[in-house]
Every structure is written in structure tokens, then in C-alpha cells.
């Protein structure tokens, strides 16, 4: 009885260690990745840097024309994205049969959710540019192709928010008379929403950090203004990270560390953010 | 028929007007007085229970004639469910009067929550369920295409077994059928509606200071409270109760069924119980029902000193269930 007891302790023991372990090994790697960054990096984060846009000599290079390229692909991204995504998951969940056809729409929702970044820009290519002649090179384009991307992540995790409100909330809704449609909007998405938020955090990010969509309907174009709207030539940052670690001019290393700071900083922005909104609407049983 | 509520006669002592319910009255006791004898063979849940014959309120105005004096307020006839290819339920015709408890007994799984949730088409949020068969609420088919279902549940409320209050304040939760069947004019209307209908379900004293705290942070007895006074803030016709003590101790049990005492008259009520003492404490009328069949109808007194049928029988002396 003793020694059993002090195995089981024993074996908590390990496995705490083991689980340390597991965590200290994906955080050295993100340390790894910050001093790097901020040792090369840190040096470059000057006022121009900051306010100015791309250029071909290194000292007048800045990042802002990228920022707010970023900015404004993923407005365009979320304002398609999460609305698009959202009632789809509802549809799906709550006012859908359960048929054939969508099963069918399920399963090619998961599948969309893991094809290769790639394919979509290939399809923004085709679809957007080559179909519909928007504008190349522009956040609009950008935040379209993203938004397709972004769209079947949201959709998944909404209706896993969705499936998860409690049946007993419903039935209450139902019991004092509300209609289908008061049930969902009164009860269940209010219910859903910190849960729908989660899963735009992921897409969102997944979003932010994308380049070879960007890169295949034009936005790695050489650009030296910021754009003033979804239309103008822009760039993105993660794209813009691709392209200055491809210069000669060794003076643009220090350059892509710095944008990798910014980046990450921004998406801390961005996720904090949406954390925050999350809690928000958060509600204790 | 009346369109009127009655006024609530809390006490069962009330003395009845009528010579004739009087008269009745007398010979139900004369006849419960003779099968006094039996009561000594019965076991368990009636050793000692003269409380189940003293607490069954005695005005039952519409005894004296029977059927003719007053349509009951839902009959079902012939109602059969099937989920899929299994069915549910069997041929069962049950009426629900306007001024009694009808409680549905039976062991688990026999059916009586499934037709409990047909009377106000609750049935229709579960794939694959089918129910035939007449349901009549005044006259009127539920299951007819022009019956309006969110009409019908606004007339026949509903209470679950697990007390699901929404998560939102006290006040919300009441006000919440009032406000989307718009029956009230302004935030005065509101407020008056709400606290009428806490103060029926008995819980107003409990909450009048804390209205604005979530329902969830209630007690399990005040979050079943706070769901019936959510019930009748609509004002509806009939309440259905699905085992609504089955989660709570004996003292919010004890709340609730003298709760439903007071209900009584105001509101039809049907009730799914588990507890044979319960159905027999709070009900006028009971139905037994078995492997989804309905074997026995009638007044409560009757089904648990006198039952026709001997599964009736052996269900409520404990053999089974």
C-alpha cells in the first residue's frame, strides 16, 4: 500500500517534469527567436524607420507603408471574414437539415480550412484579378483572398461554440415561446461569441502572418508610398520581411529584424485585442 | 365555460358552497372511508398516508358532473410518438382540465415526459420525432399548420427538470417572454409584470433587493422559482412541468409543490413526476403510464387507494419502477 502510494507520487512527479520540459523547449525557441531579432534588430528601430516606406537604399527604408498595408488587408479580411463566417456557422448549426448535401458542405468546409495558403493565392489570382480586374497589388485584393482563407477556420470554431451552448437554454427560449431566430440571437450566439472570437484569433493571425497569397496576386511590388486606401499599391509586412531578407545590401539585415519586431509586435497588438473583446463577453454560469 | 381565472384559494379547508359538490364530496369519502381496509395491505408509500387523502385539495367544483360542466382545456386523443421506427408512445387520450393538476407517473422511460412535451410541440425540436394524433388546446388542433407554435408555447409554458434560468439578471429572466410577446408598454408595465410574477412563484421577497444579480447564482430551489415566475410572466394557459423537483432537496421540493398548490385554478398544470407521494400530494388527477402506454386515468385518489389495473397497482406499492 505504502509503495504504491509512492509510485503514484513518483510518477506525478515525472510527469510534471516532463510537461515542464515540454514547455521550456517551445519557449527557448521563441526567446531564441527574440534576442536574435532585438540584438540585430533593436539598432534599426529608428523614427524614419517607423514613418518611412520602402526604398532602395537602406537608411531611408522604413516599414510604416507595410504597417499599414497590413492594417488595412486585414480590415478588408475581417469585415468579409467573420460576418461570412459566422452566419455560416449558425446556418449550418442551428437552421441546416441534416442531409447529404450538408454533410458534404461540412466536410468540404474542414477540408477548405487545410489547403495550403498557396492555392488560395492562386485562386485570388484568377478570381479577383484576372476575372473581376480589381486593382493588383492592392489590400483589397489581399484582404479578399485572406478572407477566404480566414473563413472556414471561423466557421469551424463557431459552430463548435455553437454546440457547446447548453440544449437546457434552448428548450428555456423555446419553452416561453421565442422563435427559432430569437432562440439564436437572444440565447445561443450571446452564449457562442467568446468562443467564435477564440477561433478568429487563430484565423486572424494565420492571416496576418501569410505571404504567399500576398505574393501571388502582386502585393510584393516594389512600393514607396504608403496607400491612402484598399485600392492603392501596397505592401504587406510579413511580405515585406521576405523581401528585404532577399537584398544584397547586407545593410538590410538589420532592416528585416527590425520588421520582424514590429510584426510580432503588431500581432501581440492584434491578439490582445481580440483577448480582451473575448473577456468581455464572457459570461459565468 | 368561464373565460376568468379563479382567484388562488391557497387552503384546501375552504369550505364549498354547492350542496350538490357537497353531497359528492361526502360520498368520495364515504367510499375512501371503506377502502380504509385496504390501505393496511398496502406497503410502503401509503403506511401511515392519510395525508394522501387529507391533502388532496377537496374543492373539486367540476366533480359533481362529469364532463359535461366544463370541456377540459387540452384533450389529447389517440396520441402516438415515434422516434424513427421505435415508438414512444401508444394510443394515449388524457385531458387536462383547467382548474386541476394532472400528474403523468410512471417508471423511467414509459413515456410520460414525451407526451408531456407534445402538449406544447417541444417534441418538434428532436430529429426524427413524429408524433399522430389529436391535441387539442380549447378545440383548437396544436398540431394543425395554422396553429402558430410560438402562440402555443406563449399559452402552454413549460418547466424543466434541471432549473435552466438564462444566465442573465433575475429581472431579465422574468422579463424576457413578457418582452419578446410584447406585453408590456413601458419599463412601469414591465416592472409591474415582473414583480407579480415573482411574487405568484413565491420568490419575490427572496430576490426584491437583488434583482439585478444573475439567476445562475441562485440556489437550485430558487432557480426552478425564479423558471416558473419566467413561466407565467407570459400569462399562459397551461404549465407543464417536467419533474421539476427531481433535482432539488425536500425543503425546495416542499416549496415547489406547495407552489403549485397555489397555481392551481389560475393556470392548468401537468406535471411528470417520479414520486408517487408527490403525484399523490399535489394532484387532482393522474395518469399511470407504462412502457409508453397509458394504463390508467383518472382522479388521483382513486388511481392510489382503488387503481383498476394491477400493474397500477404494483407500480405504486414499490413492486417495480
Known sequence: ?285 | MTKEKQPITTNSTVPFPSTAVAADAARDDAGIAKEDTAWTQVPEPAAGSSPITTEVPAPEPQDTAEGAARAPKMTADKVSVFYGAKQALKDVSIQVHDDKVTAFIGPSGCGKSTFLRCLNRMNDTIVGARVSGDIKLEGEDIYSPRMDVVQLRARVGMVFQKPNPFPKSIYENVAYGPRIHGLAAGKADMDVIVEKSLKRAGLWDEVKDRLQESGTALSGGQQQRLCIARAIAVDPEVILMDEPCSALDPIATAKIEELIHELRGRYAIAIVTHNMQQAARVSQRTAFFHLGELIEYGKTKEIFTNPREQRTQDYITGRYG
Open chain 1, 1 to 285: 500500500m505504502q509503495r504504491r502510494v509512492a509510485q503514484r507520487y513518483a510518477a506525478e512527479r515525472r510527469f510534471k517534469w516532463l510537461g515542464f520540459a515540454a514547455v521550456a523547449l517551445s519557449i527557448a525557441f521563441l526567446a531564441f527567436l527574440l534576442i536574435t531579432m532585438v540584438a540585430r534588430g533593436a539598432g534599426g528601430l529608428t523614427s524614419t524607420f517607423l514613418t518611412a516606406s520602402d526604398s532602395t537604399s537602406a537608411e531611408m527604408a522604413g516599414v510604416y507603408g507595410a504597417l499599414k498595408g497590413s492594417f488595412l488587408t486585414i480590415i478588408v479580411t475581417m469585415a468579409l471574414a467573420f460576418p461570412v463566417g459566422v452566419l455560416s456557422a449558425v446556418y449550418l448549426e442551428e437552421f441546416a437539415r441534416r442531409n447529404r448535401f450538408n454533410d458534404f458542405i461540412e466536410v468540404s468546409i474542414n477540408n477548405l480550412a487545410a489547403v495550403p495558403s498557396i492555392i488560395f493565392g492562386l485562386l485570388g489570382l484568377a478570381v479577383f484579378l484576372n476575372l473581376m480586374h480589381l486593382p493588383r497589388s492592392a489590400p483589397l485584393v489581399g484582404g479578399l483572398t485572406l478572407a477566404l482563407m480566414t473563413m472556414p477556420v471561423i466557421v469551424i470554431a463557431g459552430r463548435n461554440a455553437i454546440k457547446a451552448v447548453p440544449p437546457s437554454i434552448r428548450d428555456a427560449a423555446l419553452g416561453v415561446g421565442a422563435s427559432k431566430m430569437q432562440v439564436v440571437f437572444h440565447h445561443v450566439l450571446p452564449l457562442a461569441i467568446p468562443g467564435i472570437l477564440t477561433g478568429t484569433i487563430i484565423g486572424m493571425a494565420r492571416a496576418l502572418g501569410e505571404t504567399a497569397p500576398l505574393l501571388m496576386i502582386g502585393m510584393r511590388a516594389f512600393i514607396a508610398s504608403p496607400p491612402s486606401g484598399v485600392t492603392d499599391p501596397a505592401t504587406a509586412l510579413p511580405v515585406q520581411i521576405f523581401l528585404w531578407s532577399d537584398e544584397v545590401d547586407r545593410a538590410f539585415v538589420e532592416k528585416t529584424s527590425a520588421a520582424i519586431i514590429v510584426l510580432l509586435v503588431f500581432m501581440l497588438l492584434m491578439n490582445g485585442l481580440a483577448i480582451y473583446l473575448r473577456n468581455r463577453f464572457e459570461r459565468r454560469w
